[in-house]
């Protein structure tokens, strides 16, 4: 089973910074197989990016992600109030499909 | 719209069975591979189950093995998870999504509002 270990756990940050999430794979996960999601309280996640650098249908052109190697990293470049969230990465490359632990960004 | 709309959760007692529905419109149902995803209140997400479009083909995470059952009545577009054996860990919101393309493994890009299970005596 692959695990994807993400960091920080919370990330702090004021409306209008860049917010920059990490989640590194136990194992070799092809580009293509990894995607992205934010979840806000008592809502369903929602993707945001799939093979590792492509937008989803509607999601704003600040959010954005890349891979190298095992590491894979989400950026959004400037933070709007809607974006405090949890986000998770989630690999679809092998059996079973696997989760991050997930980083909540936070308001300062 | 596309649209998943799950029910059925609600609370169980230890060993006890609960059957949970998840209502598919707005999309080709048949075409698609279904999944259930679990979310342990605070905590993250776990992968559960999943079932392909004709109904053929199934897989489960070890946790649930032998106890849970995936199925599909395509003609109510409509996939449903059979729940025996239930156990206190088994608590969670269980969400019913698929996967973005047909045919191939990809992300989950539609996702039911969840249905919330608890295992309790």
């Known amino acids: 089973e692959i695990v994807l270990t993400q960091s920080p756990g919370t990330l702090s940050l004021s409306p209008g910074e860049r917010a920059t999430l990490s989640c590194r794979a136990s194992?070799?996960?092809?580009?293509?197989?990894l995607a992205w999601y934010q979840q806000k309280p008592g809502q369903a996640p929602r993707l945001l990016i799939y093979?590792?650098?492509s937008r989803a249908t509607g999601i704003p052109d600040r959010f954005s992600g890349s891979a190298s190697g095992t590491d894979f990293t989400l950026t959004i470049s400037r933070l709007e109030p809607e974006d405090f969230a949890v986000y998770y990465c989630?690999?679809?490359?092998?059996?079973?499909?696997?989760f991050g632990q997930g980083t909540k960004v936070e308001i300062k | 719209e596309v649209q998943l709309v799950e029910s059925g959760g609600g609370l169980v007692q230890p060993g006890g069975s609960l059957r949970l529905s998840c209502a598919a419109s707005?999309?080709?149902?048949?075409?698609?591979?279904m999944h259930w995803v679990r979310q342990v209140p605070g905590e993250g997400l776990a992968w559960v189950s999943r079932?392909?479009?004709?109904?053929?083909?199934?897989n489960y995470a070890d946790s649930v093995k032998g106890r849970f059952t995936i199925s599909r009545d395509n003609a109510k577009n409509t996939v449903y998870l059979q729940m025996n054996s239930l156990r206190a860990e088994d608590t969670a919101v269980y969400y019913c999504?698929?996967?973005?393309?047909?045919?191939?493994?990809?992300?989950?890009?539609?996702w039911g509002q969840g249905t919330m299970v608890t295992v309790s005596s």
């Open positions: 194992q070799s996960v092809s580009s293509s197989y």
């Open positions: 093979g590792a650098s």
């Open positions: 079932i392909n479009g004709n109904g053929r083909s199934t």
């Open positions: 707005g999309f080709t149902f048949d075409n698609y591979w």
């Open positions: 989630q690999q679809y490359y092998s059996a079973p499909r696997t």
């Open positions: 999504t698929r996967d973005r393309i047909v045919g191939i493994n990809d992300a989950f890009d539609i």
